[in-house]
């Protein structure tokens, strides 16, 4: 079902969280109340979240992305879990698999910010893509499965009082989505301050 905006600017999100055990109910889902968190902290405007529990199924993953794409009419999915290189770890080929284009800047900062942590870094294969179709586009990111490294990687590395050394993916994401047609997106600026150009910034 279309989602209905209450607000001409209200981002659309999906959230995903890919797991066995949880989606079996063998586990404790951490992945989307780790997401629903930050994007309360981190939004000034207003959203609204669809969010899907799913298990480590390429087929299934790909069924979600395109449903909270093309029908529910998402402006921005992020996955959690998955993106490892165990066998079952399949998020990133099924994110490729649904993409109309490829963003590997989002990946390769990922993965910068979390080898600032742990040398597991350079294990993960997180992606982010377009899905575009006639009348609407969605960036979708894959992102950590645990909710300490989702925060750290959309946020970025700050120092000891607090000031961006590092940034977050998110930084990047308000004004990606304005460049593929989507919502006006401001943020906290105390969580992470988004970026864009001067002439893209609104009443200016």
Not at 141 to 170: C, H, M
Request: charged share 25%.
């Amino acid at each position: 079902m279309k989602a209905q905006r209450r607000h001409p600017d209200e981002l659309v999100v999906g959230l995903v969280s890919i797991s066995d055990r949880a989606s079996r109910g063998a586990y404790e889902d951490k992945g989307l109340p780790g997401l629903r968190e930050w994007l309360t902290r981190a939004l000034a405007s207003p959203w609204q979240a669809h969010e899907r529990l799913v298990a480590d199924e390429r087929a299934a993953i790909e069924a979600t992305l395109i449903e909270l794409v093309d029908a529910v009419g998402c402006d921005l999915v992020l996955t959690t879990g998955g993106t490892g290189p165990a066998r079952r770890d399949v998020t990133p080929e099924a994110t490729l698999a649904v993409a109309t284009r490829a963003m590997p800047g989002f990946g390769e900062q990922m993965r910068r910010i979390s080898a600032a942590f742990v040398p597991t870094a350079i294990l993960s294969r997180q992606v982010a893509v377009l899905r575009e179709g006639a009348e609407h586009a969605a960036l979708i990111i894959n992102l950590p499965g645990q909710p300490k490294a989702i925060a750290e990687t959309l946020e970025g590395l700050k120092d000891a009082d607090g000031k961006a050394v590092e940034a977050g993916i998110f930084a990047a994401v308000p004004y990606c989505i304005d460049l593929i047609g989507g919502p006006y997106v401001e943020t906290n600026e105390a969580v992470v301050k988004s970026f864009r150009p001067k002439s893209a910034v609104r009443g200016r």
